[in-house]
């Protein structure tokens, strides 16, 4: 009595030799093994450090980086604008001082909230000086939510160094917001 009379010992013997050959040449080799892993980021603005994970993918026998990366240009938030809404500097005031004042729309047009730092590039006398300037501002706008906007407001006085005499020039040229999360 035959247990498998569809199948001779040879069919069978042909089957499992090609089911073999099968999982040995698809089973993937040592050279494409790879692995995700995660490799942190940092960026510096003004005298701050920020990090940011991005993943990779990399080859199994490659040794994972032990050191964070270092990021020259931070990470600056895409479809997003600003608008000026009011400026006003006086090189020399009653007080003795310069007056700087404005007040800038910071508009977030992405559907998700952002946390960061407002990033303004200004024209002071003959140079261009470009830096985070919320911490001197009475609102900083740190975080904007999901197609919002934000106003950073700035209104600081400054003792006139007799040494040093205020530009007669003070331009805001750009704004960014460089995103910290």
Known sequence: MKLFPIFSWRKLKQFLSIVVLLTLFACPTDDECTKTITIPQTYFVGNQSYTQ?????????QQEPTEPGEIIEPPVLENFTYQILSFNYEPYTDNN???VQYE???????DFAVTGIPYLTRIDGDFEVSGPISTDASEPC???AANSSCVLSFNQEYTIDPNIPPSSTYQIVNVEYVVTN
């Open 53 to 61: 994970e991005i993943t990779q993918e990399i080859p199994c026998d």
């Open 97 to 99: 001082t310069t007056l």
């Open 104 to 110: 800038i729309q910071l508009n977030n047009h992405n």
């Open 142 to 144: 740190y975080e904007i």
